[in-house]
């Protein structure tokens, strides 16, 4: 059966850093990224990273602030998020695939975690 499960959100000062870990188990994916849901937005892009790492992606909302990482023998994506302002608050969701090398497009995912709540006050 295949997972993701995130962990590593919470509530931070803005200016405040935090780091989502995801977590894969039941196989290996290609592409793995970093989406966010405010409430009443729809879901949007954050970060993707292909499996080498050798491609990312980043929203130019947090490009400079955030950094998508992964570690294969882990089998887990992260995401560093500094200099946090609060219209960073949202679900962080975590997306995996095989079917692309990397996509920043919520459709080329097949499989996504539960999401994390990120929260930063002002």
């Known amino acids: 059966q295949v997972q993701l499960v995130e962990s590593g959100g919470g509530l931070v000062q803005a200016g405040g850093s935090l780091r989502l870990s995801c977590a894969a188990s039941?196989?290996?994916?290609?592409?793995m990224a970093w989406f966010r849901q405010a409430p009443g937005k729809e879901r949007e892009f954050v970060a993707a990273i292909s499996w080498s790492g050798d491609r990312t992606y980043y929203a130019d909302s947090v490009k400079g602030r955030f950094t998508i990482s992964r570690d294969n023998a882990k089998n887990t994506v992260y995401l560093q998020m500094n200099s946090l302002k609060p219209e960073d608050t949202a679900v962080y969701y975590c997306?995996?695939?095989?079917?692309?090398?990397?996509?920043?497009?919520?459709?080329?995912?097949?499989?996504w975690g539960q999401g994390t709540q990120v929260t930063v006050s002002s």
């Open positions: 039941g196989r290996t994916f290609n592409a």
């Open positions: 997306a995996a695939d095989s079917r692309v090398w990397v996509s920043r497009i919520a459709s080329a995912y097949n499989y």
